[in-house]
Structure formats: C-alpha cells, structure tokens
C-alpha cells in the first residue's frame, strides 16, 4: 500500500470511528435499519447512484469497506455496520451536509431520500 493510501486509510479509520456510535444504537433506533436499507439499495442499485451519493463507485467502496474491516477487526455480523459507517462518512463529504441532516437522511425511508 502506498504512503498515500495509508494516509487516507488513517483518516477514513478516524472518522469511522467517530461516527459508528451514532450507527450501533440501542435497537430501537429506527435509524439502523433504513441506513443499512439504503446502503442495501445503493450497493444494489446503478452504479451511478452509488457514485453520485458515495463519491465512488461500489467496486471501490466495496474494497475500502473491506480493507477497513480488516484494520479493524470488525466480524462479519457488524459489517453492515461498518458499511453504513462508511456510507455516512463518505455522504456527508459529498454532500457537506452537517450530522444532524445525515441523521435525517439515515432515519428516513429510502424511498423517501430519492424523491
Ligand atoms: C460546507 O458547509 C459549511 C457549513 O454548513 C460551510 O461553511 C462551508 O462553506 C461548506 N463548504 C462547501 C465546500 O460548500
Ligand atoms: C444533504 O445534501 C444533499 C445534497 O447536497 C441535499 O440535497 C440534501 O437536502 C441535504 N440534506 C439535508 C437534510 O439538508
């Protein structure tokens, strides 16, 4: 991996980091389940969307999401975690939206965010 890349890799893993405690809440917060949905209808959906919403395309996404699972010893039954972590974090920085309107955009249905 090259300097550069283990930069950004740094930074993606902190702010990962920052953000997952607002994604791993206590269960009855709505905002899980259609996070991972609209993650699940990006990862799902035309590849543009997912580079539109995400900044980059689902191969790399996929890759990053990956390599970050493996830095940091996350288990399989938190990657979908992980990956709305990841879709949140890349979100707000094509976006610039604040936290607090990401939190809206992760509680709301998927239909919803596309209309
Ligand atoms: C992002 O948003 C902040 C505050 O909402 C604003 O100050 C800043 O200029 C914005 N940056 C870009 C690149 O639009
Ligand atoms: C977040 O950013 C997108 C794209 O700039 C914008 O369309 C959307 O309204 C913003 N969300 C909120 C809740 O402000």
């Known amino acids: ?3 550069m ?3 950004v ?6 702010a990962v980091e920052a953000v997952k405690p607002r994604l791993c809440p206590e269960p009855y917060h709505t905002s899980v389940r259609t996070g ?3 993650m699940d209808e990006l990862l799902a959906g035309h590849r ?3 580079r539109r919403n995400m900044g980059m395309h689902k191969p790399v996404f996929r890759k990053l999401v990956r390599t970050l699972r493996a830095k940091t010893g996350i288990g399989d039954s938190k990657h979908v975690g992980l990956t709305e972590a990841v879709g949140l974090f890349l979100h707000m920085i094509v976006t610039n939206n604040t936290t607090e309107e990401e939190d809206e955009i992760f509680q709301r249905s998927p239909d919803t965010v596309h209309r």
Do not use: Q, Y
């Open 48 to 50: 543009r969307r997912m």
């Open 36 to 38: 991972r949905m609209w």
């Open 1 to 3: 991996m090259s300097e």
């Open 5 to 7: 890349a283990k930069v």
């Open 9 to 14: 890799l740094a930074a993606v893993l902190g």
